[in-house]
């Protein structure tokens, strides 16, 4: 069967036994390094990857994609919800009620975000009824004052579902006992957990008792949109917005939040450059391996030349030789990368039942297990940039080889 001569040669050169064990140690230590650089590299990013998705599911499962607000309060919200609601990218849309404060209870202070929701109506755009980890949302009632807390809040404050706490708002009542700031005792109805920082400062209360409390008049504040694409809730917040009669303001999750997410974009890309500098090292080891293999080939090369073999020809059997052992040490690389992926989560668990120690701490963080999420766009780029490295390896050392001269190497064998 025919083959073209630099691919056998080639081929029989990384397939033969050599008589300098010291470069068979480097070759292998060089795909070695590329096959873990590559491994790492994709287990690292798909790391990253799963704690962005949980960032993403959490928080903005919580907080609103984006909101729309009157000059005033709302009177009529229903009619906003309904204009909102027609637009093909809003799924759904709530009314609410918002306002800071501060909460008082077992002899400590916290400060807080009050938000004032309907419960059929919040349900639609917030995962809060998934991360219920005692009382319901439905249990929020007009008229009761009512109140759902996170765990790290109820944790400091030392509440129990039915405890009473004061929230105290920052606005001051005029009374016949002088001037007063407004508060109001409240009864803990749920407790929730979804991580971050909402745990410690997020509540929800009825919208009804929220405007009683803030004096809106049983007016809406705004309205709460969750739209089917994040990236583009600024957009469709605008277009809602100019439908409508009146003049609105907008406000959506990347001026609230964004700054969040372009740090965990930003670290990816940084971390992702700094592991790549790995496989290039494992790639540009290939160059001297393939400098010690044109030293210890010289007589062979010059025999091929007295044969008639061209420069371009010796040159392409050392680019074989390289790519061999680069695309190589990257295909298993990438293997390993990708079942290490699918399985770091069950991996770390397993290891933390072994050794008995938690590694992310539910109190400390604000997921309690590693969150992998594999993405082949990270892995073909990963691999294509570990292949092109490996190739203009080969350059070099492979030029070497096409430069020697026939009589200059064979005046000494």
Do not use: C
């Not at 009512?146 to 009473?164: E, F």
């Amino acid at each position: 069967m025919f083959k073209p001569l630099s691919l056998y040669v080639g081929l029989r050169y990384t397939a033969a036994k050599r008589r300098n064990h010291f470069i068979s140690f480097i070759s292998l230590t060089s795909m070695i390094g590329l096959m873990l650089g590559v491994a790492v590299l994709i287990i690292v990013l798909s790391v990253m990857n799963g704690f962005d998705r949980e960032l993403k599911e959490r928080i903005l499962g919580m907080v609103p994609h984006a909101v729309i607000e009157g000059d005033d309060l709302l009177e009529n919200w229903q009619k906003v919800d309904d204009i909102a609601s027609e637009h093909p990218s809003v799924i759904a849309a709530a009314p609410f009620v918002e306002g800071q404060g501060m909460v008082t209870g077992g002899g400590n202070v916290r400060g807080v975000l009050l938000n004032g929701v309907l419960p059929d109506e919040e349900r639609s755009v917030s995962i809060i009824e998934n991360h219920m980890i005692e009382g319901e949302l439905d249990d929020l009632k007009a008229g009761e004052f009512g109140i759902i807390i996170g765990k790290l809040m109820a944790s400091s404050l030392r509440l129990q579902i039915g405890d009473r706490l004061t929230v105290v708002m920052p606005e001051a009542s005029v009374t016949p006992a002088g001037v007063l700031p407004r508060l109001k005792r409240f009864t803990v109805k749920g407790i929730f957990s979804v991580g971050a920082e909402l745990d410690g400062n997020y509540t929800l209360v009825h919208m009804d008792d929220a405007a009683r409390l803030m004096r809106t008049g049983g007016k809406a504040q705004g309205v709460r949109l969750l739209v089917d694409d994040l990236f583009k809730a600024p957009q469709v917040a605008k277009e809602v917005a100019r439908g409508m009669d009146g003049r609105f303001f907008i406000s959506d999750w990347t001026r609230t939040h964004g700054n969040l997410f372009q740090a965990i974009r930003m670290e990816k890309t940084m971390i992702g450059l700094l592991l790549m500098f790995i496989v290039a090292v494992a790639a540009f080891n290939i160059v001297s391996t393939l400098v010690m293999v044109v030293t210890d080939k010289k007589a062979d090369i010059a025999i091929l030349r007295t044969m008639g073999a061209t420069p371009g020809r010796i040159m392409r059997i050392f680019i074989v030789q390289g790519a061999v052992i680069g695309i190589f040490g990257t295909l298993v690389g990438m293997t390993l990368g990708i079942l290490g992926a699918n399985n770091i989560s069950a991996f770390i668990s397993w290891l933390e039942v072994i050794l008995g120690h938690q590694f992310l701490s539910a109190d400390v963080y604000f997921i309690s297990y590693l969150p992998s999420q594999l993405q082949w766009q990270d892995v073909m780029v990963i691999t294509g940039a570990g292949m092109v490295m490996s190739l203009l390896a080969t350059i070099y050392p492979a030029w070497r080889a096409s430069r020697i001269d026939p009589a200059e190497a064979l005046r000494y064998e």
